[in-house]
């Protein structure tokens, strides 16, 4: 039972605090780590097969490691006091959830919308997308803005939540070491997962593990949601309709399932550092991207969220 304690004072923790700004993170040593491992790579490795090779290295020490050292923390520390141990434990996991960061980033934006200034919405935008967004209109930041929290609800909510209950039906292992090695897949997709130079090759490998870790837990969700919109059929006809047009096997499909049930359409054009990229529409535009539609789709996957966490935590409960 323990490990279920851990994983509801976590959510707890992630829900109330989220991430403490100007306290260590491990996504930042995870950071840390992948710009010095990239940075040697790419100095030492010149051509494509070499920087596949390193690429395939980096994803293994990230990924297993992150998991390992974060046993190993959790293990001394328990060692040390049994009550010190679970403390890190439940810390350790709670920034494996970005449900609370989430919520206030988009809150932050439409607080600037909401008070009439525009070119703050805009800059305070860019601190969360890549895309530009210095001539954006209030319905391309609407857009941008739900796009950035339907596509996370997957990766940065979702699929941690979802290895940290496998860890606890897994003997041993508990939820956090395996939260930590999702976290640590997600982090290094999110920094060099791109087909563009100089990370055509070095991140190839990390980009499909992210790609492959992230398919079960975001079909999971797709089909959570569509039971909670009361309209499943719906909702997965317009999935089955449109997710699989976009080139991504994940987010597409986590943004389309919000759009489904918000009536919504998100997709289009966006332009990066100058050059226009096109992506699918997702939905159908029933209804116009609003704050209300942001603050739905933000509660959706809290209720997601619950609901994945109170029936592993009954199961967990029933086998103990």
């Excluded at 097969?49 to 980096?58: C, D, E, K, P």
């Excluded at 992210?210 to 006809?237: H, M, N």
């Excluded at 389309?256 to 050059?275: F, K």
Aim: glycine share 8%.
């Amino acid at each position: 039972m323990t490990s279920t304690v851990v994983l509801i004072v976590a959510a707890t923790i992630d829900y109330l605090i989220g991430d403490p700004w100007g306290l260590p993170h491990p996504v930042q040593v995870m950071g840390w780590s992948i710009s010095r491992l990239t940075k040697f790579a790419l100095t030492y490795c010149h051509d494509f097969v070499t920087q596949r090779i390193a690429g395939i290295a980096i994803g293994i020490i990230l990924i297993i490691g992150s998991g390992i050292i974060g046993y190993f923390l959790i293990l001394i520390t328990k060692l040390l006091h049994p009550l010190l141990g679970i403390t890190l434990e439940c810390v350790l996991l709670a920034s494996c959830f970005a449900g609370r960061s989430l919520r206030d980033a988009a809150q932050t934006v439409l607080q600037a919308l909401t008070t009439g200034n525009l070119s703050e919405a805009r800059v305070l935008l860019s601190n969360y997308v890549g895309r530009d967004t210095d001539k954006l209109t209030e319905s391309e930041i609407l857009r941008a803005i739900l796009e950035t929290v339907t596509e996370n609800a997957t990766d940065g909510v979702m699929a941690p939540l979802f290895y940290a209950i496998v860890g606890v039906f897994v003997p041993i292992v508990g939820p956090t070491p395996l939260a930590l090695a999702y976290k640590a897949s997600s982090t290094l997709d999110s920094m060099i997962g791109y087909r563009e130079a100089p990370y055509t090759y070095l991140g190839w490998f990390s980009a499909r593990v992210e790609d492959c870790l992230t398919w079960i837990p975001c079909r999971l969700t797709v089909f959570t949601l569509a039971l909670l919109s009361g309209k499943p059929l719906y909702v997965w006809q317009i999935c089955r309709r449109d997710a699989i047009a976009d080139p991504s096997p994940n987010s597409g499909w986590s943004e389309c399932v919000y759009a489904a049930i918000l009536g919504v359409q998100v997709g289009g054009t966006n332009w990066y550092r100058g050059v226009a990229k096109h992506k699918p529409l997702l939905g159908d535009a029933k209804n116009p991207i609003t704050a209300s539609s942001i603050a739905r789709a933000l509660q959706l996957t809290r209720f997601c969220f619950l609901l994945w966490l109170s029936i592993a935590s009954i199961i967990n409960y029933i086998l103990a």
